[in-house]
């Protein structure tokens, strides 16, 4: 009786190595490759192919490796370039990507470790590459969408050569600085750069202060000039119109001319506080106060 049982133990352990051989399940996010003899034969799963569920093969000559169906990342590690115009630049990338021939992908790649080394490698030579024929100002800011764009074909190209079994959805430069050592004296630089620059500007600013200042000086002494000019003008005019009026009146009344001279006479010598005149009583200079304005 134990003899029976031990031999139906055997044989219901024997079956179970045998099912658990055959059958397997493959999720839908994943995709296995059916090895036979160290040969990848087939694809369960695979891209454009969705056959998820229950699945068999060949007991014990047939094995299963899975892989990832889902978009794959890769943070590749810092790497330093030599820009176009000579400068070093620690750039530092990820990718994203997918396993688009999952038994060419075996037959280069076999593991997601090996996978990565390789991707990462590619990553870092086009890098090297691209960056390379570039400034490091369109590195860092001006013509990073563009240079990234043409990392990321480089990559896409290298991979489909290498037969990777892979398709490259998308790369980005998520930093690129300067390293360590060299950004002291390149922020120097930039603020040597921008105090010459502010000096400049102070120096055109200065420059067009006195342009404007003398300008206006200018147009002072133009403005004074043609009102000076103006000013002599009328009064010449009515110095002119006063005479004109006095000789028409003198010749109408020479006796008004005679009484209107002394007037000016007697102002222009009594009109200062300090004049002293010795004149006779009957002097001729005095008759007009003597006889008024009727005098002869």
Known sequence: ??????????????????????????????????????????????????????????????????????????????????AADQQRLVVDAFVRYRISNPLQYYRTLRDERTASDRIERLVNSSLRQVLGSAASNDIISGRRGELM?????????????????????DLRIKRADLPAANQAAVYRRMQTSRQQQAAETRAEGEQRKREIIASADREVAITLATAHQEAETTRGEGDAQRTRLFAQSFGRDPAFASFYRSMQAYEASFGRGDTTMVLSPDSEFFRYFDRGPNAR
Do not use: Y
């Open 1 to 82: 009786m134990n003899r029976n049982l031990t031999v139906l133990a055997v044989i219901v352990v024997g079956l179970l190595i045998v099912l658990s051989q055959t059958f397997f399940i493959v999720d839908q996010r994943t995709q296995a490759v059916i090895v036979r003899l160290g040969e990848p034969v087939r694809v369960i799963n695979a891209p454009g192919d969705p056959d998820p569920g229950l699945k068999m093969k060949a007991p014990f000559i047939e094995n299963v490796v899975k892989f990832d169906k889902r978009n794959l990342a890769l943070e590749a590690e810092k790497e330093e370039v030599i």
């Open 149 to 169: 764009a043409k990392t990321k074909a480089d990559v896409a190209a290298r991979a489909n050569s290498s037969k990777l079994g892979i398709e490259i959805i």
